[in-house]
Nanobody
Framework: QVQLVESGGELVQAGDSLKLSCAAS????????MAWFRQAPGKEREFVAG????????YYGDFVKGRFTISRDNAKNTLDLQMNSLKPEDTAVYYC?????????????????WGQGTQVTVSS
């Protein structure tokens, strides 16, 4: 069992930067891939970024276009998402996810553990 707690969401203006963090209740470094998803009102949950166990390969949603960076600190059991050049369409609840697999997945149905989410609102 892994508990995930996100933090860092807030109201920002278009063009601003924001860093989200996710703290895991136990070590996930060797056996858990991790990811960020987001969900806007009335829309399906969307893959934002993922990182394999050990912090190797990273993956991003097509809409990211180099604006976001996912990283993990296995010593601290944390996952971060640095978001730059934010746009109003980035407004959503952002969720941290973990799954007991080496490789991240873009399919939200393949993730086992979820945080409660943190709200990011980008004003124009």
């Amino acid at each position: 069992q892994v508990q995930l707690v996100e933090s860092g969401g807030e109201l920002v203006q278009a063009g601003d930067s924001l860093k989200l963090s996710c703290a895991a209740s136990r070590s996930t470094s060797n056996t858990y891939a991790m990811a960020w998803f987001r969900q806007a009102p009335g829309k399906e949950r969307e893959f934002v970024a993922g990182i394999n166990a050990y912090g190797g390969n990273t993956y991003y949603g097509d809409f990211v276009k180099g604006r976001f960076t996912i990283s993990r600190d296995n010593a601290k059991n944390t996952l971060d998402l640095q978001m730059n050049s934010l746009k109003p369409e980035d407004t959503a609840v952002y969720y941290c996810a973990a799954r007991p697999s080496f490789r991240a997945s873009r399919d939200p149905n393949e993730w086992m553990y979820w945080g409660q989410g943190t709200q990011v609102t980008v004003s124009s």
